[in-house]
């Protein structure tokens, strides 16, 4: 059972404009989530994170919110640019876990 | 500079055959992970491993088989017994234990296996 979830396969946006890409998740132990960029036969690389004492986590173009109690994260990125055109793929953990769980991604395409 | 080495990039194989992905690390990570991506399907775990000479089964571990003789090395073997072996595999690591600011995996870039 998937416990992360980012439902939209694919997003498009016009250069310039914002990118919201949504993912939730099941597990209420998770409490360290992440998100990841790749590109076409690459490896992800590492992109924010934010852990759950948090509300908010920025790095330049790129904020993510987390909201507890809806279970769900957002990434937005201000202004989007064609380089960010890539797969974005969510991940989750908790403090005991092993492991990050990720979601299927979303293929964002930002649009010249 | 320290990173995580895949090798080979594109490996063909044909069926019937096992054949090894390697994956490196120099970055002193205790914990090493094999990720399999299908298209649509995003990242299933494979198998970890979190100390050297110990490894768990991931999600979908069947027709697959690693080692972790080395803290440096990792490597996964695609047995024949694997039914759909063709695939994108992907190798990360990480420090298991402390959630500093470089928590999180570090990936390599990945494996494209096919089989013929």
Redesign the interface.
Known sequence: DQQVK?NS?SLSVQEGRISILNCDYTNSMFD?F?W?KKYP??????LI?I?SIKDKNEDGRFTVFLNKSAKHLSLHIVPSQPGDSAVY?C?ASS?TG???Y????TSLTVIP | DGG?T?SP?YLFRKEGQNVTLSCEQNLNHD?M?W?RQDP????R?IY?S?IVNDF?K?DIAEGYSVSREKKESFPLTVTSAQKNPTA?Y?C?SST?QN?GSD????????T?LTVV
């Open positions: 980012q396969p360290y992440l990841y036969a690459e490896g992800p690389t590492f994170s852990s793929f991940a403090n092993n492991q990050f990720f979601g299927t991604g | 995580i895949q990039k914990a992970y990720y649509g399907q995003g990242l775990l970890y979190q768990q991931g994108f992907l990360a298991s959630r928590y999180g995996y570090t990936f390599g870039s990945g494209r």
